[in-house]
């Protein structure tokens, strides 16, 4: 199995055996592993324990999930209306796998409605047309990184220093990348760039993925602890940030992975510029501010213990109590601009975010 492409790493493949297949994301750098996520139960696993992660890349694997489901219960029923009641719940089930990270509901949502949208047909040409949106939906998530991350490139000073939390790269976005789309993109185009990683307590998604990724995109990349990101901000080591995200209100407010505030609040003080690229699966106009984003709480043996492949070793004091929020919430007024595939959006975000209704419809022209 290779999941290498020309846009990155991909983190799943859909076989022609109709296997859904995920590199196991748990185990990198230190192993390549697929995980077989072709049963429905084992989908909700892989989400859920985090062996598919990144806001669009987990949006594209329950697309495939619940379009694989259809598959099954058009088998199982006949009735038009039973096979819809039980998508429905379907999609509940793996809406409820993880519940900060928007894509996940708007991928799924995008399947199920279309399983309503095409009720005139009998039940195995509607799983049939699913399929076929997972894959579109997943083609779509491709080319969608690469364009928000050629908008990018401008913002990308020469000889930039280029700090990035968690991993946003092909793995977690589903091709080429967001916030590593953009150093790609801006690699590509020419521009002489290097990259600073933070570590990414607890789970090390920069330490073990982002460098991993960086690494064989041959971009300089060095890694430091979370705790260290002050002290290279003040000694004007760090040019620019560009992170991903999980969910944006309609006001701006952003959650992206545990620290990503710590690190906004840091930018302002120094007045270095703070950027989020997402694709606009990634934006939640319904919700107004970050106040509402739902904020999932892991269990506290990642903060007690250190995963080491197959080992779990302890950190602290035997029974030490901790707490475990995976992502934290960004106010609009510490971010720069928006990096989106229709374009670079800047304050007030209530008016450019506003506009992304029109530019749903226009993905191809620029909103700014
Ligand atoms: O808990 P994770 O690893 O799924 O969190 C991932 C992040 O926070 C990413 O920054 C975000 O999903 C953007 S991925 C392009």
Redesign the pocket.
């Known amino acids: 199995m290779n999941l290498v492409s020309n846009y990155g790493t991909l983190p799943l493949s859909y076989t022609d055996e109709g296997n859904l297949l995920l590199l196991d994301q748990r185990k990198l750098p230190y192993k390549t592993e697929y995980f077989d996520a072709t049963f429905f139960e084992n989908v909700c696993i892989a989400i859920k324990d985090?062996i598919v992660?990144?806001?669009?890349?987990?949006g594209c694997v329950a697309a495939f999930g619940l379009a694989m489901e259809a598959i099954r219960l058009a088998e199982k029923h006949k009735q038009k209306e039973d096979f819809l009641l039980a998508l429905d719940e379907a999609c509940l089930v793996l809406q409820a796998t993880?519940p900060t990270?928007v894509?996940l509901m708007n991928a799924t949502n995008v399947i199920k409605d279309k399983a309503h949208f095409l009720a005139t047909k009998n039940t195995k040409e509607i799983a049939d047309q699913l399929m076929l949106e997972a894959k579109r939906y997943m083609q779509e998530s491709i080319d969608v990184n690469k364009k928000l991350s050629d908008y990018g490139v401008e913002l990308v000073p020469q000889n930039a220093s280029i700090l990035t939390?968690?991993?946003?790269?092909s793995i977690?976005?589903c091709g080429w990348?967001?916030?590593l789309g953009v150093m790609r993109s801006a690699q590509m185009a020419g521009k002489n760039i290097q990259a600073f990683v933070g570590e990414t307590r607890p789970?090390q998604?920069g330490a073990r993925l982002t460098m991993w990724e960086l690494n064989q995109d041959e971009i300089p990349a060095t890694l430091i602890c979370d705790t260290m990101t002050g002290h290279f901000m003040k000694a004007k080591s760090i040019d620019m940030i560009v992170?991903?995200?999980?969910r944006i209100c309609a006001n701006g407010d952003t959650a992206?992975?545990i620290g990503?505030y710590n690190l906004a609040v840091l930018a302002k003080h120094h007045n270095i510029p703070f950027y989020v690229?997402?694709p606009l699966s990634?934006f939640d106009p319904d919700l107004e501010s970050g106040d509402l984003i739902p904020i999932?709480l892991r269990d506290q043996s990642e903060v007690t213990h250190i995963a080491d492949l197959d080992n779990q070793v302890s950190v602290t004091i035997e029974n030490a109590k901790a707490h475990n929020p995976?992502?934290d919430v960004t106010p609009a007024s510490l971010i720069h601009a928006f990096i989106t595939e229709a374009g670079i959006l800047r304050p007030p975000f209530k008016d450019s975010i506003a506009t992304l209704g029109l530019a749903r419809a226009l993905l191809d022209k620029p909103v700014v």
């Open positions: 985090m992660r990144g806001a669009p890349s987990i993880r990270a894509n939390h968690c991993n946003a790269g977690a976005a990348g967001t916030a789970r998604q992170v991903g995200a999980d992206n992975k990503t690229a997402a990634t999932e995976a992502f």
